[in-house]
């Protein structure tokens, strides 16, 4: 099983919809990262979070440490947003090192 | 601020071959971590370096190493090439240790024949 496990996979969604990628992990961490990653690689890190919500733009990220599960929440979704929305924890000194990663999720926005 | 760079940004090698990537980091921040991504594994995690000194280690065999610089600017260097390293890979710089937003390189993208 999977340290980090993603949902859903794949995701389409039309234009303005609210949508929701959920994240959860299995081991101790002292944060959460988001990442967007757009086709031909670059990857941007949208949110680092150890507690509680935050809030960027149409964005929100939200965390409950007790149950081990994040939200990446998109509101009014445009084509833009298509990328692939990768969580990641931060588990530093662990047998996996620094980050151990989600399998990401790939979401597109049609218009 | 120019951004994290990384050259070169496409290489082919064959089996059995070496091959050095470089990482130059964002102005000002001191740690360096490497990443591997494949379609099969997705994102893992290499080693992490700050100020010279390699800070943390993911499960790859030794044939992957690297090392930091005084100006920060990080190698990674991978012998004895497998077709299975075929991959992108990735570093991001971020300004201490253990956290802090990663701001992460276009990539390498390394195809071994």
């Known amino acids: 099983k999977n340290e980090v496990e993603q949902s859903p996979q794949n995701l389409t969604a039309q234009e303005g919809e609210f949508i929701t990628i959920n994240c959860s992990y299995s081991?101790?961490?002292?944060?959460l990262h988001w990442l967007q990653q757009h086709p031909g690689g670059g990857i941007v890190s949208l949110f680092m979070l150890s507690s509680g919500k935050k809030k960027h733009g149409r964005l929100i990220a939200t965390i409950n440490i007790q149950e081990k599960h994040s939200s990446l929440h998109i509101t009014a979704s445009h084509p833009r947003d298509s990328a692939v929305y990768i969580c990641a924890v931060m588990n530093y000194g662990g047998s996996q090192g620094n980050l151990i990663f989600g399998k990401g999720t790939k979401l597109s926005v049609k218009p | 601020k120019a951004g994290v760079t990384q050259t070169p940004r496409y290489l082919i090698k064959t089996r059995g071959q070496q091959v050095t990537l470089s990482c130059s980091p964002i102005s000002g921040h001191r740690s360096v971590s490497w990443y591997q991504q494949t379609p099969g594994q997705g994102l893992q995690f290499l080693f992490e370096?700050?100020?010279?000194?390699?800070?943390n280690k993911g499960n790859f065999p030794g044939r992957f190493s690297g090392r930091q610089f005084s100006n920060s600017r990080s190698e990674m260097n991978v012998s004895t090439l497998e077709l299975g390293d075929s991959a992108l890979y990735l570093c991001a710089s971020s300004l201490g240790l253990a956290g802090g937003t990663q701001y992460f390189g276009p990539g390498t993208r390394l195809t071994v024949l």
């Open positions: 081991v101790g961490i002292s944060a």
């Open positions: 370096y700050f100020s010279e000194t390699q800070r």
